[in-house]
């Protein structure tokens, strides 16, 4: 019977293209894996009340057929599933089997949802939309029709005006990383970029905690922003604030929460070093900036720091004076827990959030709606928010919000 099954599925294959062939295959793998997991669930709910029987000893808790066939949208097209039933009705409304591998609700799962907001920072148009995901998806791709997506991103701008009113009265956060991001799609009005702060918590998890849209990164509009956040009950400062130093962020900084420090991110301080510099030596300058960053003590990063001044100021006195600029604030890191330096020396954490979306070419002609904007960078980042790696070291968190003493990452006890 196997063999048969086998031919047959080889047999339809060998009717379609290579490329269809492979995501047909890739269809039938994911939707055998699907009814698995979904049967395996179901034998669980089962399991869990075998006992539970009528006066004639019959199981009140029994398989009843499959639900209707549906068609769920994913990464690799349109995928027709069957669910499993189970008669439960002699349970409690709590204790009625509810899937969590395939919820009622749900139409599409959360990857193809990224796509929507990915396509519009890239500058696709809404009525746009609708062919673009067909492009990718295929044009079975149910579900997301223009006028869906209008509704879907309704309820994002819906939830989006309510986070970015959220109270943080009982929050503390020991660490900021902030940015200031382009992407190919124009705002309206003057403001031109989405400013992002992203925090790490008491117990050393990251989370988004505001995006806003700014005047070409200003004081004025990283003002606004920290004054919200504080006016919401964020009075405690952050003990650091990761960033660009391009950024007005600093000047704003100082004025909101004087008692934060600095530290400029050594990916942003890097570019912008070498590229006062000509092709033909920065190779070698990347190795002796690197060298700084990676030194086990401030006092070896000095020493590196220092040998690079010498060796280029004549030459390139323009790199070396951009160095300059923020030499106390490219090493504030030191001060603070070895453990969490991989965390601290840049702002990677909300640049890989982005990566994908960025401005990298001539924004798009189209004028995008400023909520709407917003909106999808919300999205992207709550999804992104789900992987965020806890801090290193988070244990030594509460120590560095009680303003403990560290020397080159270590604890300096006292005397």
């Known amino acids: ?55 004639e000893g019959r199981r009140l808790v029994v398989r009843n057929g499959y639900l209707p066939e549906r068609e769920l949208v994913t990464g690799i097209g349109p ?39 990915t ?40 939830d989006y005006q309510s986070w970015a009113r959220r109270d943080f009265s009982l929050k503390r956060y020991v660490y900021f990383w902030v940015d200031g991001i382009h992407f190919n799609i124009r705002l309206d009005g003057e403001r031109s970029c989405i400013l992002v702060i992203m925090g790490a918590n008491e117990s050393g998890k990251k989370e988004l905690l505001a995006i806003s849209d700014g005047y070409a990164e200003s004081k004025a509009s990283w003002r606004e922003i920290l004054l919200d956040l504080k006016r919401r009950g964020l009075q405690v400062a952050p003990k650091l604030a990761v960033g660009d130093g391009a950024l007005g962020f600093w000047a704003a900084l100082r004025e909101v929460y004087p008692g934060c420090r600095e530290q400029r991110c050594w990916v942003h301080k890097t570019l912008n070093v070498l590229d006062k510099m000509p092709k033909s030596v920065q190779a070698k300058a990347k190795g002796m900036l ?101 801090l290193r070291g988070h244990k030594q968190i509460e120590l560095v919000m009680q303003g403990k003493r560290f020397v080159d990452g270590e604890l300096q006890e006292a005397a």
């Open 119 to 158: 396509l519009y920072l890239k500058g696709i148009s809404s009525g746009d939309m609708s062919e673009a995901l067909a492009s990718i998806l295929g044009p079975g791709a149910a579900g997301l029709s223009a006028s869906n997506i209008v509704r879907l991103k309704a309820v994002w701008e819906q």
């Open 290 to 390: 690197h060298e700084m960053w990676q030194a086990p003590t401030k006092a070896k990063a000095l020493t590196a720091y220092e040998h690079f001044v010498t060796s280029w100021e004549e030459k390139y006195p323009k790199a070396v004076e951009c160095l300059r600029r923020d030499k106390e604030e490219l090493f504030a890191f030191y001060d603070f827990p070895a453990a969490h330096w991989v965390h601290i020396r840049t702002t990677n954490p909300i640049e890989s959030t982005y990566a994908t979306v960025r401005l990298r070419t001539k924004k798009t002609k189209g004028c995008g709606s400023r909520v709407a904007t917003l909106t999808m960078v919300f999205k992207l980042a709550l999804e992104a928010e789900k992987t965020w790696k806890r």
């Open 79 to 117: 995928l027709k599933v069957r669910q499993p039933r189970v008669d439960d009705r002699a349970l409690t409304h709590e204790e009625r089997f509810s899937s969590q591998i395939l919820p009622r609700y749900l139409r599409r799962v959360p990857s193809v949802d990224n796509l929507i907001p």
């Open 1 to 55: 019977m196997r063999n048969s099954q086998d031919r047959s599925v080889l047999s339809d294959l060998q009717e379609l293209s290579p490329g269809d062939a492979l995501e047909e295959l890739a269809r039938r793998g994911a939707r055998k894996l699907l009814a698995q997991a979904m049967d395996a669930e179901i034998s669980e709910h089962l399991e869990k009340y075998r006992d539970m029987t009528d006066e």
